[in-house]
T-cell receptor, first 113, second 111 residues
Framework: EAGVAQSPRYKIIEKRQSVAFWCNPI?????LYWYQQILGQGPKLLIQ????????DSQLPKDRFSAERLKGVDSTLKIQPAKLEDSAVYLC???????????FGPGTRLTVL | GENVEQHPSTLSVQEGDSAVIKCTYS??????FPWYKQELGKRPQLIID?????GEKKDQRIAVTLNKTAKHFSLHITETQPEDSAVYFC??????????FGRGTSLIVHP
């Protein structure tokens, strides 16, 4: 089966600019996660969707980050405006449901200058 | 919220030796504990997981043990090989299955 797809793979922007990331989960997976992985650290959950509803976004910096999963399939994560500390790899993962293995996408490496 | 501590941050072993990575968690409601392997520049991939109703699980050269009372779980890799070199992450999922990851252990297996 096809894996989790993400785009772009790399993005370089200047601080205060905006950026958007896209994720296409594995077909049929109801649960979708966005993680931020700063170099040398473990992934940190930003937001979790169950179909098109938000399960948890307690660690999402809502003053600058937003995410949506229209129609319960693809998802976009946006940062507006970006800060230097947002430089990280943004990983999308999907799972058949909230109780099983997560499958990760290749990630988007964001560099904020 | 959940807090997951992982040790050591770096582990260097000779090929054929065993490697052990330990994690502790804070939320007694956590009941699902996966371990992920992340090779340089690649995505994390699940290598083994354990649920709170089981004390130990094995899959060929890897095993995971869970001590619910002490709130810690460990990854054991036997007969290590150079291709085992990677960063390993533990995670703990709360009752609502929102995962918290450890900071990772960089395993280096010397030929």
């Amino acid at each position: 089966e096809a894996g989790v797809a993400q785009s772009p793979r790399y993005k370089i922007i200047e601080k205060r600019q905006s950026v958007a990331f896209w994720c296409n989960p594995i077909s049929g997976h109801a649960t979708l996660y966005w993680y931020q992985q700063i170099l040398g650290q473990g992934p940190k959950l930003l937001i979790q969707f169950q179909n098109n509803g938000v399960v948890d976004d307690s660690q999402l910096p809502k003053d600058r980050f937003s995410a949506e999963r229209l129609k319960g399939v693809d998802s976009t994560l946006k940062i507006q405006p970006a800060k230097l500390e947002d430089s990280a790899v943004y990983l999308c993962a999907s799972s058949p449901d909230r109780f099983n293995e997560q499958f990760f996408g290749p990630g988007t490496r964001l560099t904020v200058l | 919220g959940e807090n997951v501590e992982q040790h050591p941050s770096t582990l260097s072993v000779q090929e054929g030796d065993s490697a052990v990575i330990k994690c502790t968690y804070s939320d007694s409601a956590s009941n699902y504990f996966p371990w992920y392997k992340q090779e340089l520049g690649k995505r994390p991939q699940l290598i083994i997981d354990i649920r709170s109703n089981v004390g130990e699980k094995k899959d060929q050269r890897i095993a995971v043990t869970l001590n619910k009372t002490a709130k810690h779980f460990s990854l054991h890799i036997t007969e290590t090989q150079p291709e085992d070199s990677a960063v390993y992450f533990c995670a703990a999922n709360r009752g609502s299955y929102i995962p918290t990851f450890g900071r990772g252990t960089s395993l280096i297996v010397h030929p």
